[in-house]
T-cell receptor
Framework: KAGVTQTPRYLIKTRGQQVTLSCSPI?????VSWYQQTPGQGLQFLFE???????NKGNFPGRFSGRQFSNSRSEMNVSTLELGDSALYLCASSLPIGQGGNNEQFFGPGTRLTVL | AQSVSQHNHHVILSEAASLELGCNYSYGGTVNLFWYVQYPGQHLQLLLKYFSGDPLVKGIKGFEAEFIKSKFSFNLRKPSVQWSDTAEYFCAGKLSNNNDMRFGAGTRLTVKP
């Protein structure tokens, strides 16, 4: 089975722009979670999508949003970029307990976003 | 509030030394606990996980961890480290019924050859 894939792997943007990151989960996984990793704040949970609905949300401003499509692929959008948004954005997919899984999350390689 | 904390920020060991990395959690409810490793330039890999049952869990590459409920701890251990274990290690936890995973700050392990 192919793992979690994220595109693009690297991205450079300027302040004020917006960005969209993409995540394709492992085949059959319907839950997708997003995390932000920075040297100062570590790994922080952004949100989780399941069956096209946001199920959990971390403590991030409204500039961070996401969505999930019917094929479970997910996108994350950040509007009005700030310098502090520079980070590695990780996506993880899982198969919930009710669907024969155990909620274990599998991580993708991440998208490294640099905001200039 | 749900949280996971790691005590050691940077650990330096010589090869063949024993390793123990501390992790404490604060959760109300049934908790799932994990240790992940991130090698330089690579993505997070799962070392081991605890969901229920035997509190001593064995993972890949000779790592193990013990879930001690009374101490709210889930420390990672390895009897003899190798140079190739140099990496960053993250403890993480979540409630069993959702995917809001909280990570510790990470521990950077440097193993000297």
């Amino acid at each position: 089975k192919a793992g979690v894939t994220q595109t693009p792997r690297y991205l450079i943007k300027t302040r004020g722009q917006q960005v969209t990151l993409s995540c394709s989960p492992i085949s059959g996984h319907r839950s997708v979670s997003w995390y932000q990793q920075t040297p100062g704040q570590g790994l922080q949970f952004l949100f989780e999508y399941f069956s096209e609905t946001q199920r959990n949300k971390g403590n991030f401003p409204g500039r961070f949003s996401g969505r999930q499509f019917s094929n479970s692929r997910s996108e994350m959008n950040v509007s009005t970029l700030e310098l502090g948004d520079s980070a590695l954005y990780l996506c993880a997919s899982s198969l919930p307990i009710g669907q024969g899984g155990n909620n274990e999350q599998f991580f993708g390689p991440g998208t490294r976003l640099t905001v200039l | 509030a749900q949280s996971v904390s790691q005590h050691n920020h940077h650990v330096i060991l010589s090869e063949a030394a024993s390793l123990e990395l501390g992790c404490n959690y604060s959760y109300g409810g049934t908790v799932n606990l994990f240790w992940y490793v991130q090698y330089p330039g690579q993505h997070l890999q799962l070392l081991l996980k605890y969901f229920s049952g035997d509190p001593l869990v064995k993972g890949i590459k000779g790592f193990e961890a013990e879930f001690i409920k009374s101490k709210f701890s889930f420390n990672l251990r390895k009897p003899s480290v190798q140079w190739s274990d140099t990496a960053e290690y993250f403890c993480a936890g979540k409630l069993s019924n959702n995917n809001d995973m909280r990570f510790g700050a990470g521990t950077r392990l440097t193993v000297k050859p």
